[in-house]
Every structure is written in C-alpha cells, then in structure tokens.
C-alpha cells in the first residue's frame, strides 16, 4: 500500500544533540513537507521541497535542516540550535498542482530531556 | 498574509446529535481550496472533505458536509448523527489556487483546532 512512512515515532535527545528524523514516501509524489505540532498552535510548516534538490524554508525553520537527495525521501534534522525541540513533527506530501490535499504520515513525537 | 481561525478550541456533541465546527478565514485572494481534517487519538491526519472556492455548491461526504459563506469568509464543518469515533482533534487549512499555475508555494496554512468529544 502506498503512503508515508515517518521514524522514529517517538525519540528523547539530550540537550545539545542534533537528531535526524525520517519521512519516506511511495506515493510518486513531487513535493513534501515537514510540520510541527504543539498544543493551541496547529500545524505549523517547518521546511518544504516541490523537486528533488529544492528545498524552502516555512515559517519556523530556525533551528532545523533538512534534504532533499531522492524524490522518495526528505529527512528533517533538528540541531541543537533549536530552542524548545520538544514537539510532534509531521511528513506530508502531496502531487504538487492542482490536488490540494496533503498526505500525512504518522508523525514522530521528539523528547529533550 | 493568509490566516486561518477556529475559535472553538473545544467542543462536545451527544452521540446521534449534530455538530457544527467554525472556521474562518482571511485573504484577498479569489481562488482557492478549503479542508476539513481529522486527527484522532492516533495522531494520523485524515482528510475530511474540501471545498474549491469557484464552487458555490457545498461539498459533501456521508455524514460530513460544509457551509462555505465565501463572502463571510466561512467555512464550518456539520457532522450529523455523530458517532463515537468522530471524536478528535479537527483542523480547517487554507490553500491559495495560485500554486496551480507556479504562483504560489503549494502548502497548507492550517488552524489552531478544534477538539471534539462524543458523549455516549
């Protein structure tokens, strides 16, 4: 069955270590995005791609990084320079014109400690 | 800039009975998509319906239908016969049409939430 897979789904880091999280897709699709999740704020976009090798930033993209090496994958790292990394991230992707929806994966729950 | 705003951040419905989640949104644009999702406990993020704004008729999926005022800027979501597993999380998110055509970056501008409960 096509989808989005994400990994880990949960992960606790130390303060001060940078950790990758993955989001890989089989849905043929061009563009993907990273989100976060925090309590009485929705979703809000981290990082987006719409080809492979193109990436931009969202509205909260300090702190992270991300990749865009192959169509099917687009890994978020969140560094040490992000402030208050604990949160649900979620991958989603779409076709990229004229759909509109968003395809979600399960998400990952990241913990500093 | 577009936004989005749900003011209900909690709402609760008797099973069987309706329920009408509120949205509303800002932009000067003409052209553009509308979308009700669900998250449930599990946290995946299901779609519930959409609206394209050109479309004056409401859009309607089983017991999910919509309300689109696009003059008010209003998009609310009515779920009928309410059952137990239509409690979650619901988000109403905006996208603008202009990134059909290259204009504009194709994401989702998403709402705060609304929380839904379904009492037996």
């Known amino acids: 069955d096509g989808g989005i897979t994400q990994s880990p789904k949960y992960l606790f880091r130390k303060e001060g270590q940078n950790v990758t999280l993955s989001c890989e897709q089989n849905?043929?699709?061009?563009?993907m995005y990273w989100y976060r999740q925090d309590p009485g704020q929705g979703l809000r976009l981290i990082y987006y791609s719409q080809i492979v090798n193109d990436f931009q930033k969202g509205d909260i993209a300090e702190g992270y990084s991300v990749s865009r090496e192959k169509k099917e994958s687009f890994p978020l790292t969140v560094t040490s320079a992000q402030k208050n990394p604990t949160a649900f991230y979620l991958c989603?992707?779409?076709?990229?014109?004229?759909?509109?929806?968003?395809?979600f994966g399960e998400g990952s729950r990241l913990t500093v400690l | 800039a577009q936004t989005v705003t749900q003011s209900q951040p909690e709402m609760s419905v008797q099973e069987a009975e309706t329920v009408t989640l509120s949205c509303t949104y800002d932009?000067?644009?003409?052209?553009?998509?509308l979308f009700w999702y669900k998250q449930p406990p599990s946290r995946q993020m299901i779609l519930v319906i959409r609206q394209e704004a050109y479309k004056q008729q409401n859009a309607t999926e089983n017991r999910f239908s919509v309300n689109f005022q696009k003059a008010a800027k209003s998009f609310s979501l009515k779920i009928s016969d309410s059952q137990l597993g239509d409690a979650a999380m619901y988000f109403c998110a905006y996208r603008s049409a202009r990134a059909d055509y290259g204009g504009a970056t194709n994401k989702l501008i998403f709402g705060t939430g609304t929380l839904l409960a379904v009492q037996p």
């Open positions: 989603a992707s779409n076709r990229g014109l004229r759909t509109g929806e968003l395809f």
């Open positions: 932009t000067s644009e003409s052209d553009y998509y």
């Open positions: 849905l043929n699709h061009d563009a």
